[in-house]
Nanobody
């Protein structure tokens, strides 16, 4: 499975960005997917996860109400809509996947994308 994340960039606080994660190499609907992020000098953390068919989603408390995870299995793509961005959202965002089960922790992830940098300025 190959994952390709895109959509990062520089945005002012309060602004919005949408990240995309395109997958190939396996039936996309087989994959539980998630977004993780890692800020400078911090541990990688879970941001949001979505089940294989998109019926179940989960978010870190820090992004609830501001971020929305979704997927389009026909396009083999997962998205992360990020609104009301804060400076503390600055990080490298990576998409990850595993076959079958919901993905909520980085240790369980089998496949990783290369990461896309999100910088939120004050």
């Amino acid at each position: 499975v190959q994952l390709q994340a895109s959509g990062g960039g520089l945005v002012q606080a309060g602004g919005s960005l949408r990240l995309s994660c395109a997958a190939s190499g396996r039936t996309f609907g087989d994959l539980g997917m998630a977004w993780f992020r890692q800020a400078p000098e911090k541990e990688r953390e879970f941001v949001a996860g979505i089940s294989r068919l998109g019926h179940v989603v989960d978010y870190a408390d820090s992004v609830k109400g501001r971020f929305t995870i979704s997927r389009d299995n026909a396009k083999n793509t997962m998205y992360l809509q990020m609104n009301s961005l804060k400076t503390e959202d600055t990080a490298v965002y990576s998409c990850a996947a595993r076959v079958g089960a919901f993905l909520r922790d980085s240790v369980s992830a089998v496949y990783w994308g290369q990461g896309t940098l999100v910088t939120v300025s004050s």
